[in-house]
């Protein structure tokens, strides 16, 4: 029986118009949308949607509309949404149910194949576009064109694959036109009530952005000391807990489990509790570590689990929606589901963030991203931290380095000299005795980074009182100080500059004039030490400028990069050199970097 047009297209008209109603009520269905915005799918998420949208491929052929053995239908739209909407193994699943369908329960059989083929490749087309139409960005005339191609693949393959060939001929005239164009439009309607599902999305995932930055404001104080703070890892639990809406958090190193917490819950009629900070069977001893009496009795498990091993392994978030069988968490977390993702430094795990929730088909996408986003930020935190304690290490060793950094020949020449005293004034050689004593005492004292100027000229006075009691009339020092120096500059930062100018420092006389003076400038003092000696030498200046060791010994390079690290970038030590003498000054503020505050104590 012949169809007239009008009839012909009123009947696609209510196809399509079916398809778009069964797209609006699959999207209003909060699984289907959870499933569909996630970016990270389970194979289980991807079954479920093959099989949603394979179902929809069967709905579209048995609805359709029978034109001289051929079955007219809407089939291409499902098909190609299945891929855009899934992706390209939803897409290759669906079509591959729906085409079985077609092949064994639709039409004509002289079709059956060709429509079979056209629908697998609908799936495939719509899977290879998912990147380019992924998370509602699409544009509406490419998916135009892109449906209106893919009916024309359909057309191809009935007259390559149907016989006799006047009759796909005759197929392709009468159904061709009609269904390339209204399949193009109805593909619009369809993606459309789909839509709202990415705007949700992207408007969740920007309050998860903002929940994650407000978490990240409080969390970021607690990871100062990295992972290793057992008081503030137990805090941390305590504050995701607090601020998600996750059952239960445990927080592990690479070993085992920091801290975790979970939620109290009704479980069949029974009060399960749970309390923060006792690890299960850790002690053997539940009753009496929770403290409280009527808790449930906790499983004897210490250990990660394995979710959380492996995502330390893989270096990536993982989900897990049930717990092994052969787990020992089996029974513990058996009606949870779970996600697990590391802390990652230079691409490698330190450590990981599990959390669980009721059990479910699917996560949602905001819980992933909120997961994913504070692991991030902690993994940058934690770095940074690492680094700091790596800088305070080296500094400290550099600091050590320095205080036990004795001149053989110093030592050498002073009992040398003392020893010679001896035998002229025996009373001399005992306060020199005592000034070395004191001297070294200063030296490997307290580990104090910052003291009292006082303290700091008394040990440049002793250390100068011996080089005069060996070099006698030929070592001349001039003092020019203030009464009072309120201040307190790092330590060991004078002498190692005396040191070099009394070495270095001889004049045309043959005798070594070193002059320390200081004065107030700019709310600190400025320290000069001169000396009347050939100056430095331009090599000696420029591994300065590089930061570079001069000669065998760390001095004035330390000396530089410690008034850098306590005063800044722009206070290193300044060094004004002739042919008749050199200048070297040191400005010390009152105020000084709050790192080398918090190091003031570096021996702790």
């Keep these: 029986m012949r169809i007239h047009m009008e009839s012909l297209i009123f009947e696609v008209t209510l196809n399509i118009a079916l398809l778009v109603l069964v797209a609006t009520l699959l999207s209003k269905l909060q699984v289907i ?91 495939l087309l719509g899977g290879g576009f998912y990147p380019y139409f992924q998370r509602g960005k699409w544009k509406y005339r490419d998916l135009f064109f892109l449906t209106c191609f893919a009916e024309i693949c359909d057309l191809v393959i009935i007259l390559r694959m149907v016989n006799p060939f006047s009759l796909a001929l005759e197929t392709v005239m009468r159904a061709g036109p009609l269904m390339t164009v209204m399949n193009a439009v109805g593909i619009l309607l369809f993606i459309s009530s789909f839509n709202h599902i990415f705007i949700r999305q992207d408007i969740e995932s920007s309050r998860q952005l903002q929940r994650a930055s407000e978490l990240a404001k409080r969390c970021i104080p607690l990871l100062g000391n990295g992972l290793r703070d057992k008081e503030n890892m137990e805090r941390l639990v305590g504050v995701l807990m607090e601020s998600s809406g996750w059952t239960g958090v445990i927080l592990t190193d690479k070993e085992k489990i920091l801290a975790w917490e979970q939620k109290e819950e009704e479980t069949e009629g029974q009060e399960r509790q749970f309390w923060p900070g006792s690890l299960p069977g850790q002690d053997g001893q539940d009753q009496e570590n929770r403290g409280r009496e009527g808790a449930a009795s906790l499983p004897e498990i210490s250990e990660i689990p394995e979710i959380g091993r492996e995502a330390m392994e893989k270096g990536e978030l993982l989900i897990a929606y049930k717990v092994p069988k052969t787990s020992a968490w089996y029974e513990w977390m058996k009606d949870y589901s779970m996600i697990a993702a590391p802390f990652l430094i230079e691409k490698e795990a330190i450590g990981s963030l599990i959390v669980w929730t009721k059990k479910q088909w699917v996560f949602r996408q905001s819980d992933v991203e909120l997961l994913q986003n504070l692991v991030e930020i902690a993994s940058a935190q934690i ?24 001149n053989p020949h110093f ?91 009394v070495r270095y420092g001889i004049g045309r006389d043959g005798k070594r004039k070193v002059h320390i003076a200081a004065e107030r400038d700019k709310g600190g003092i400025v320290v000069s030490v001169r000396d009347q000696g050939k100056g430095f ?68």
């Design 411 to 501: 030592l050498f020449n002073a009992l040398n000299t003392i020893s010679y005293v001896c035998r002229e004034n025996s009373g001399r050689a005992r306060e020199l005795l005592v000034i070395l004593a004191e001297y070294f005492r200063y030296n490997l004292g307290e580990g104090r980074y910052m003291v009292p100027m006082e303290e700091e000229l008394k040990h440049v006075r002793d250390y100068l009182e011996i080089e005069k009691a060996r070099f006698e009339d030929k070592l001349e020092v001039t003092y020019d100080l203030p009464e009072t120096m309120d201040i307190r500059i790092p330590t060991l930062i004078l002498q190692p500059i005396v040191e070099n100018a």
């Design 537 to 604: 030498q331009e090599e000696i200046l420029e591994k300065l400028e590089r930061g570079e060791p001069v000669g065998g010994s760390i001095g004035l390079r330390n000396v530089d990069q410690r008034m850098k690290r306590t005063y800044g970038e722009d206070h290193g030590i300044q060094i004004s050199s002739t042919d008749e003498g050199s200048c070297v000054r040191l400005w010390f503020s009152k105020e000084c970097r709050k790192e080398t505050k918090e190091g003031e104590d570096m021996r702790k």
């Design 383 to 406: 770095a940074l931290s690492e680094l700091e304690r790596q800088r305070m290490l080296r500094q400290q060793a550099e600091f050590k380095a320095l205080q036990f950094q004795v």
């Design 33 to 123: 949308q959870t499933t569909i915005s996630q970016e990270r799918r389970s194979f289980a998420g991807q079954v479920f949607l093959a099989a949603v949208f394979g179902a929809v491929i069967i709905l579209s052929v048995y609805t359709g509309i029978e034109v001289g053995g051929y079955n007219m239908n809407t089939r291409v739209i499902a098909a190609i949404a299945s891929g855009i909407l899934g992706g390209p193994v939803v897409g290759m699943y669906a079509s591959m149910i729906g085409a079985v369908y077609v092949y064994f329960l639709s039409g004509d059989p002289a079709f059956a194949m060709a429509s079979a083929f056209s629908t697998v490749l609908f799936g």
